[in-house]
């Protein structure tokens, strides 16, 4: 099974800027989709962006021309660069991927443990 890590959560008044990471690990073929979820208190989980091996992004519509997915994938790695913050911003982000594992086996969602993002007005 693979794992993932996020980093890079905290404390940030409105207007700043934060960085997400999130690395997998384990036994990884290939990851095809990899994204950035988050829950408010009280809410839901709704995605915030996802992006493809290929390069193909995707946004909520609250969060385009704010954030800024990316990845590496050589490293199996997937970043979330946040700018202009808003106080509705905040909530536990969570990292996913679609995992194609080594070897022979289906491919399966994965989901990080989440990291905490708290935007201060």
């Known amino acids: 099974q693979a794992q993932l890590v996020e980093s890079g959560g905290g404390l940030v008044q409105a207007g700043g800027s934060l960085r997400l990471s999130c690395a997998a690990s384990?036994?990884?073929?290939?990851?095809?989709?990899m994204g950035w979820y988050r829950q408010a208190p009280g809410k839901q989980r709704e995605l915030v962006a996802t992006a493809t091996s290929g390069g193909t992004t995707n946004y909520a519509d609250s969060v385009k021309g704010r954030f800024t997915i990316s990845r590496d994938n050589t490293k199996n790695t997937v970043y979330l660069q946040m700018n202009s913050l808003m106080p509705e911003d905040t909530g536990v982000y969570y990292c996913?991927?679609?995992?194609?594992?080594?070897?022979?086996?289906?491919?399966?969602?994965?989901w990080g443990q989440g990291t905490q993002v708290t935007v201060s007005s």
């Open positions: 996913n991927g679609e995992i194609r594992p080594r070897g022979w086996g289906p491919s399966y969602s994965a």
């Open positions: 384990g036994s990884i073929f290939s990851i095809n989709v």
